[in-house]
Structure formats: C-alpha cells, structure tokens
Nanobody, 127 residues
Framework: EVQLVESGGGLVQAGGSLRLSCVAS????????LAWFRQAPGKEREGVSC????????YYTDSVKGRATISRDNTMNTVYLQLDSLKPEDTATYYC????????????????????WGKGTQVTISS
C-alpha cells in the first residue's frame, strides 16, 4: 500500500519557521520526484515546491522563493520542506505528492497527474 504521511505542521507566529516532513512507503521513493502543495480554505491548490529524483533539482513557487528549502533523504524515504520567515498567507493545509522521476506535472501545473498524495498537515501562521 502506498502511503505518504506528512507531519510537522502546527501553529506558529509570523516570522517563525517550520520544517515539514513527509515519509513515503509502498513505492520506489528514489525514482520519484517529490512535491509539496498547499491549499487554504476557499482557495485553489497551489504547488509550493518540488525536487527531482535524479539530480535533485528544485523548484519553488514565487511566493516562497528565498523562504523555503525542499530536500529529500532517499535513505529515509522522506522529503522535507523548511519554511522560514512565515507569513499569515502561508496558512494552509500542506500536502506532499509524488510523480515519476521529474517535476513535470508540478511545473506544468497539471496537479492531477501526480501519482500519489498524502493526507496533509495543517499549518497556521498567526499575525
């Protein structure tokens, strides 16, 4: 059974930091690109960041560039998202997802093409 389990969310003051984790199982983690998405109430799902499986090339949406760092540990089947200088507009449920090899669907905003999804972790930033 494929599973992606996110953790690390919570309530944080603006200006603070969070490190989200996503542990994967049930598929060949090293062969998949891993991505983070978020969705706030009443808003569309937004691709936040993605990391390729091969060269670990990373991609970020403009709103988090300079504040976010995505990384992966293939020995632990885990992908991380470090978020710094948090803003109230970062408040959302954060999901991790996987697609084959490269961040193709992520970069193409074809999010329904992602192969696997987690159930999300809530991040709330207070002002």
């Amino acid at each position: 059974e494929v599973q992606l389990v996110e953790s690390g969310g919570g309530l944080v003051q603006a200006g603070g930091s969070l490190r989200l984790s996503c542990v994967a199982s049930g598929f060949t983690f090293g062969g998949y690109a891993l991505a983070w998405f978020r969705q706030a109430p009443g808003k569309e799902r937004e691709g936040v960041s993605c990391i390729d499986s091969t060269d670990h090339r990373t991609y970020y949406t403009d709103s988090v560039k300079g504040r976010a760092t995505i990384s992966r540990d293939n020995t632990m089947n885990t992908v991380y998202l470090q978020l710094d200088s948090l803003k109230p507009e970062d408040t959302a449920t954060y999901y991790c997802a996987a697609e084959d090899i490269r961040c193709t669907y992520f970069n193409g905003h074809m999010y329904d093409g992602m192969d696997y999804w987690g159930k999300g972790t809530q991040v709330t930033i207070s002002s």
